[in-house]
């Protein structure tokens, strides 16, 4: 059974700082692409950082410098490093893993965790 489980969430003042962990359980961990996704209220759930299988990243336009993906193949976990925090940051973070199988792809999600970012 794939288990996704996302913490560190919670609420901060906007120019804080959080760290987002994800830890995986149920797939071969160092073959998947890991991501992290938010969903704001009234909004659609948008990609905000991507690290593959390799190490190489990718962030959204409007987080990258602020934000950082990393990912411990060791321990299953991937991680979201969050700075200058701002209320428009505030959504439902989301941890997903990804990879190809043959013409299709396999997709597995955590439950989220929340962000706050207010004074």
């Known amino acids: 059974q794939v288990q996704l489980v996302e913490s560190g969430g919670g609420l901060v003042q906007p120019g804080g700082s959080l760290r987002l962990s994800c830890a995986a359980s149920?797939?071969?961990?160092?073959?998947?692409?890991m991501g992290w996704y938010r969903q704001a209220p009234g909004k659609q759930r948008e990609l905000v950082a991507r690290?593959?299988?390799?190490?190489?990243?990718y962030y959204a336009d409007s987080m990258e410098g602020r934000f950082a993906i990393s990912r411990d193949n060791a321990k299953n976990m991937v991680y979201l490093q969050m700075s200058s925090l701002k209320p428009e940051d505030t959504a439902v973070y989301y941890c997903?893993?990804?990879?190809?199988?043959?013409?299709?792809?396999?997709?597995?999600w955590g439950q989220g965790t929340q962000v706050t970012v207010s004074s």
């Open positions: 690290i593959f299988s390799g190490g190489t990243t």
């Open positions: 997903n893993a990804w990879k190809s199988r043959g013409a299709g792809e396999v997709e597995y």
């Open positions: 149920g797939i071969i961990f160092s073959i998947y692409a």
